[in-house]
């Protein structure tokens, strides 16, 4: 069965900080980009962040740049979200998503579009709140 999991979701104080991890089983991470992405309740899919295949390039949306880092472990079949100084606005649920193809080897997709994306995780919860 071909999935990606998300873990690492909880609840933190603003200004904390968690590591999500987006796993795959069932086939391997080499030659797909990674998207994360997150939906409040009542609010549009935000892309937040995604990495190139090969891992040699990252994009992040303006509202996490330079709190949240990407990053790509293809030995352990696993990409991570590293978010710091979480504030409220944070709060949504956390997805992960795979995109196929060697177009996306140095260049990662649009983080304003999801057509591209093959798979998705079932999401994590992330809750900023003191």
């Known amino acids: 069965q071909l999935q990606l999991v998300e873990s690492g979701g909880g609840l933190v104080q603003p200004g904390g900080s968690l590591r999500l991890s987006c796993a795959a089983s069932?086939?391997?991470?080499?030659?797909?980009?990674i998207g994360w992405f997150r939906q409040a309740p009542g609010k549009e899919r935000e892309g937040i962040s995604c990495i190139s295949a090969f891992g040699g390039k990252t994009n992040y949306a303006y509202s996490v740049k330079g709190r949240f880092i990407i990053t790509k472990d293809n030995a352990k079949n696993t990409v991570y979200l590293q978010m710091n100084s979480l504030k409220p606005d944070d709060t949504s649920v956390y997805y992960c998503a795979a995109a196929y193809g060697s177009s996306w080897y140095h260049q990662p997709p649009s983080l304003t579009s999801t057509y591209e994306y093959d798979y998705w995780g079932q999401g994590t919860q992330v809750t900023v709140s003191s």
């Open positions: 069932g086939f391997s991470l080499d030659h797909y980009a």
